[in-house]
């Protein structure tokens, strides 16, 4: 909630996130699509999405959005939530690391960032991976997908506006 706010008093006027209001919610949440996000609150946002997926090869530009939104946002939590990341991380290529059949394009960091359920249902390992929890991540996003989508996107409408 700490980003939609943000968001939603930032670039939107008001006094916190519209917890009431579906057509305002809705308004925040796509906010990159019709405000000019720096790029760093592009990527936070989209990481607070449900589905939000971020490949572990991209994790250090998810690590470097969240530290400059620390910067700007001092009583955030996201120092401690890129400390609690970089030790998944470091597990995640540590695994991929002994494991040759792990493939780091494959391999995805999900965030369940709501206190709702899990999204992703892990599915049961099979012997050769026990210590690994697998998932399937067909309905997820790739938030750096995303970005460039709405980059391209909004590069094509700003072409042809002149």
């Known amino acids: 909630m700490y980003v939609w706010d943000y968001i939603a008093k930032k670039y939107h006027g008001l006094d916190s996130f519209p917890s009431w209001d579906d057509n305002m919610r809705k ?3 796509n906010s990159h699509l019709t405000h000019s996000l720096e790029e760093y609150e592009t990527i936070v946002l989209l990481s607070t999405m449900d589905y939000a997926l971020i ?3 991209d994790y250090p530009k998810l690590r470097e959005a969240y530290l400059k939104f620390w910067e700007n946002n001092k009583d955030s939590a996201y120092l401690d939530i ?7 991380y470091l597990d995640i290529v540590e695994l991929i690391d002994n494991r040759q059949s792990l493939n ?5 960091i999900c965030m369940n960032t709501s206190l ?3 999204l992703f249902e892990p599915d049961f390992p099979d012997e050769e991976h026990a210590d690994t929890i697998f998932a399937d991540l067909s309905f997820g996003f790739n938030i750096f997908e995303e970005l460039d989508i709405v980059k391209n996107y909004k590069a094509e409408q700003s072409a042809s506006s002149k």
Do not use: N
């Open 55 to 57: 490949s572990v090869k």
């Open 27 to 29: 308004k925040v949440w």
């Open 82 to 88: 890129v400390e609690l990341i970089d030790r998944a």
């Open 104 to 108: 780091e394009d494959d391999i995805f």
């Open 116 to 118: 709702g359920t899990c």
